[in-house]
């Protein structure tokens, strides 16, 4: 059964850093990732690492975020540098199971950046 449970959270200064962890239970060949949701807007991807270990950005935290996991733990990180107003969201430990097809998430965890 998968379970993913983030953490690390919090209130962070503009250009501060942070970060989140899930842990993640249960998940085998497919893919781990973030995602975020800001009020009022839809949820938006974040940041992706395949079973190979390939990652994957969109161009607004490209360069600023980092996913990474320990394979040891059962663990997915992101590292948040260069934390923007903009960056303000739940964010949500996100896997896609290949076979059978199917997504999980975790509970979600809140970011705020402010000074």
């Known amino acids: 059964q998968v379970q993913l449970v983030e953490s690390g959270g919090g209130l962070v200064q503009p250009g501060g850093s942070l970060r989140l962890s899930c842990a993640a239970s249960?998940?085998?060949?497919?893919?781990l990732g973030w995602y975020r949701q800001a009020p009022g807007k839809t949820r938006e991807w974040v940041a992706t690492?395949?079973?190979?270990?390939?990652?994957n950005y969109p161009d607004s935290v490209k360069g600023r975020f980092t996913i990474s996991r320990d394979g040891a733990k059962n663990t997915l990180y992101l590292q948040m540098n260069s934390l923007k107003p903009e960056d303000t969201a739940v964010y949500y430990c996100?896997?896609?199971?290949?076979?059978?097809?199917?997504?999980?998430w975790g509970q979600g965890t809140q970011v705020t950046v402010s000074s």
């Open positions: 996100y896997f896609h199971q290949s076979i059978p097809i199917r997504d999980y």
């Open positions: 249960g998940t085998g060949f497919g893919i």
């Open positions: 690492i395949t079973y190979g270990g390939g990652t």
